[in-house]
């Protein structure tokens, strides 16, 4: 025999009856403001040739390396966590432009870096947690990273 209290409460969750949790509608709407509108997300690639590298590959060290790729640029980010902090060490290739910028971004924090002559940037003392990186070129789309966990 089923209980009826426990059939009443079963059609709720089905039908969508019961109310959301405050705290996931407040994380939904954070994350919905992190988006950047018409931009091309790189997503992640396996090991490649050219550096011992994959999505979430971690060296000797406690690095992890991670290789992205989309609209004709590549990501290469060495993560490193050390003292409770991230450090990003990273290369956008081919070389994006003088004018590239890029982002190092956490959901609370956004660190802006001109990418050097070889593609190069650095970002470091980032909370653990979720990352990405976003290319800005000038007259073409943002390319961003889709986000990684860095724990520590």
């Known amino acids: 025999m089923i209980n009826d209290e426990y059939f009443l ?11 959301m949790p405050a705290h ?4 939904a709407r954070e ?11 790189a997503a992640p690639v396996a090991e490649a040739a050219a ?6 590959t971690r060296g000797d060290d406690g690095s992890h390396l991670v290789r992205f790729v989309a609209d004709g640029l590549t990501f290469d980010l060495e993560v490193t966590v050390g003292d409770g902090l991230i450090d990003v060490a990273g290369q956008v290739s081919p070389y994006p432009g003088a004018d590239a910028l890029v982002d190092v971004r956490t959901p609370h924090l956004t660190l802006t870096r001109r990418v050097s002559g070889g593609g190069h ?6 909370p653990p947690g979720w990352l990405s990186v ?12 889709r986000w990684v966990r860095i724990r520590p």
Do not use: K
Not at 11 to 17: F, I, S
């Open 51 to 56: 550096i011992r590298t994959s999505s979430g």
């Open 134 to 145: 976003v290319c800005h070129r000038p007259g073409h789309a943002a390319v961003q990273t």
């Open 31 to 41: 994350v919905y403001g992190l988006r950047i509108t018409r931009s091309v997300t």
């Open 24 to 27: 996931v509608s407040v994380a």
């Open 9 to 19: 409460a079963a059609l709720r969750l089905a039908a969508g009856g019961d109310p």
């Open 121 to 126: 940037f650095a970002a470091t003392g980032l």
